[in-house]
């Protein structure tokens, strides 16, 4: 069974900067797309970025100059470099592969930018 598993969140300061990781486990095959979604306490979960197969990279507004998100298609990896980071950021980081015939989700991460 595949498992997509997560890391690298932690507690940082205004300004600071957290790259979180996800790998996928088990036998994967035809990702076409590999993404980050949040949820802040209260609130629906988010998209944040994406990138796809064929190499097209996007990214919710709020975060565009300040995430990047880095993926390898080989290796069933994907990032989440994540700069100048803002209270606004606290949330629970997923990841999600999206293949030809599922959809997959990390656990989630948590991600707390505070003083």
């Known amino acids: 069974q595949v498992q997509l598993v997560e890391s690298g969140g932690g507690l940082v300061q205004p300004g600071g900067s957290l790259r979180p990781s996800c790998a996928a486990s088990?036998?994967?095959?035809?990702?076409?797309?590999m993404s980050w979604y949040r949820q802040a306490p209260g609130k629906q979960r988010e998209w944040v970025a994406l990138?796809?197969?064929?190499?097209?990279?996007n990214y919710e507004d709020s975060v565009k100059g300040r995430f990047t998100i880095a993926s390898d298609y080989v290796k069933r990896t994907v990032s989440l470099q994540m700069s100048n980071l803002k209270p606004e950021d606290t949330a629970v980081y997923y990841c999600?592969?999206?293949?030809?015939?599922?959809?997959?989700w990390g656990q989630g991460i948590q991600v707390t930018v505070s003083t």
């Open positions: 999600k592969i999206v293949t030809a015939t599922s959809a997959l």
């Open positions: 088990g036998s994967i095959v035809d990702i076409a797309t």
């Open positions: 990138t796809s197969r064929g190499g097209i990279t």
